[in-house]
C-alpha cells in the first residue's frame, strides 16, 4: 500500500476567519498489484488531527468515526491501483491566525496482510483572498478565428499583504484557445484552454493591480456560439496539473491601478458570444380528419446550424387552428408518462409554450425534436390555420421562424350529426314505445 496525500494543505485563507469551511482534503490509498490477484484485506485508516489545534477547528465528519480529533476510516478489502479515496475532515476557520500558521496532520493505514503505512501533510493557513471585479462587460460578435482580449484585475481588500507573491489562472470555454505568449506563465496543451501564471509582486493590504497586456483568446471552433473566460487569483502559488507548456515571450507583470473596494469576487467573467448562429426552423403538420375526431400531429424544431446550442435550445410556440382544441400533449421522461409537454395557455387562444430545455423534449441524430398535439376537431372552419414558431437566442435567421398549421376538416358521418341523432332517437323510442304497447295489448 502507499499514500498519495499532499504534503502541503492550504485549509482557508487568514481573512476567512471563523467562516471558513474546507472539506477537501483526500486520503487516498494506493494498492501496488499483488502475485495472484490477493486484495489487501482490511484496509483501515487512522487520521490524528490533533496537531491543528489553535489553527482550524474540526467539523462533522460523515465518512469517518471520530473519537476527539483523531478519525478512523474503514476502507475494507482494496485491490486498486488507481487508489481508493476517503475525506476524513471538516475542516474549520478561526479567528486571530496569520497567513503561514500552520499545524500537521498524521495518518496510518493497517492491513491484515500488507505491511503498516504513514504519512503526514502540513496544514497550513493562506491568505490573503485577493479580489476581482466579477462579471465584466461581454463580448459579442466575434467571428470564428478572430480574437479579443481580457486584462485581469485585481485588489487585496483585506489586512494581509501577499508577501509571496500572486498567481492567476486563466480559462476559456471549449471552442476557445489561448495564445501563448508569456514566458512566466505555463500553459495547458498545444492550443490551451487554460493559462497559470505567477508574480513576484508583494500585493499590500488595500491596494489593486492590473495585468501590463492583456490574455488574447481566439475563437477555433467554426460552429461555436457562445463562450466564457474567467480568471481567479491566488496569493498561495500552485502550479494546477497540466499546465507544462511555458510561454516565450517577455514576461507579464503587475501594474499599480486605483483601489477596488468595490471588488468582492475571486476573479473576474466575460460572455463572449460568436457570429455563429443555430438555425432552427419549425416542423409542422395539417390537422386532418372529421368533425367529431381526435388526432394527432407532430410539431417542433428541426436544428438546421451550423452551431449547436450546449445551453439554451430555445422553444416553439403554437396557437391552434380555430374549430379545434388541444386535449393533450403526451410526453415521458424516463418510463413516467406526462400529459401535458408545453405549458398550457392561460386565455382560449393562446399559445401553447414548448421549453426545449425540459426533459420532455430531446434532439434526435438529425437535430430534430417534436412531440404529439392531440387535435379535437369541433367544427369545420374554412382557411383555418394555426402557427408554429421558433424562438431560439443563436437562431438570426428570422425568415423561416414560422409556419402553418392547416385545419383540413370533413363532415362529421352522419351518426355523429345532430340532426340525424335526435330524430333516430325519437324514432327508435317510438319503436320500443310501439313494441311495449302490442305486448301489453296481447298480454290483455
Known sequence: MRFETE?????????????????????????????GGTPARNVRVVVDASGLKGVARLGDARMCKAEGPVYTCVYGDLQNGDGESYDPLVLLGVDGVEPGDSGTVTYTATADNAPTITGTTRMTVGGPTLSGPGQEKSVSGLAPGKSAQVTPLLADNTRF????????????????????????????????????????????????????????????????????????????????????????????????????????????????????????????????????????????????GPGIPSGD?????????????????????????????????????GAFVCDLNRD????????????????RIDRRVPGAKGTIRVHNPFDRTAGNDIAVIPLKASPAPLYRRPAFVIPTTLAVVAMVGGVVLYRHRRAS
Open 313 to 349: 435550445r430555445g422553444s416553439f410556440e403554437v396557437i391552434p387552428p380555430k374549430g379545434t382544441t388541444v386535449t393533450s400533449i403526451p410526453f415521458s421522461v424516463e418510463g413516467d408518462p406526462g400529459k401535458w409537454a408545453c405549458e398550457r395557455p392561460a386565455t382560449s387562444g
Open 7 to 35: 504534503k502541503t494543505f492550504v485549509m482557508y485563507n487568514a481573512d476567512e476567519g471563523v467562516s471558513a469551511s474546507n472539506d477537501d482534503f483526500h486520503v487516498p490509498v494506493f494498492v501496488e498489484p499483488s502475485k
Open 161 to 304: 499583504p501577499a508577501t509571496k507573491g500572486v498567481a492567476l489562472q486563466v480559462d476559456v470555454s471549449d471552442g476557445f484557445a489561448l495564445k501563448t505568449r508569456y514566458s512566466n506563465c505555463s500553459y495547458a496543451d498545444e492550443s490551451p484552454t487554460s493559462a497559470w501564471c505567477t508574480f513576484r509582486t508583494a500585493v499590500a493590504p488595500g491596494t489593486a493591480y492590473r495585468t501590463s497586456a492583456p490574455m488574447t483568446y481566439t475563437v477555433t471552433d467554426p460552429k461555436a456560439l457562445s463562450g466564457e473566460v474567467t480568471y481567479t487569483w491566488s496569493s498561495a502559488p500552485h502550479r494546477p496539473a497540466g499546465h507544462t507548456r511555458r510561454g516565450t515571450g517577455a514576461p507579464l507583470t503587475l501594474v499599480r491601478t486605483a483601489p477596488h473596494r468595490d471588488f468582492d469576487e475571486t476573479g473576474g467573467r466575460v460572455r463572449v458570444t460568436t457570429t455563429v448562429q443555430a438555425d432552427f426552423e419549425p416542423v409542422t403538420g395539417t390537422v386532418r380528419g372529421r368533425v367529431g375526431d381526435t388526432v394527432g400531429v407532430k410539431l417542433g424544431v428541426r436544428r438546421l
Open 360 to 375: 420532455a423534449f430531446w434532439p434526435g441524430e438529425d437535430g430534430t425534436t417534436t412531440v404529439e398535439f392531440r387535435f
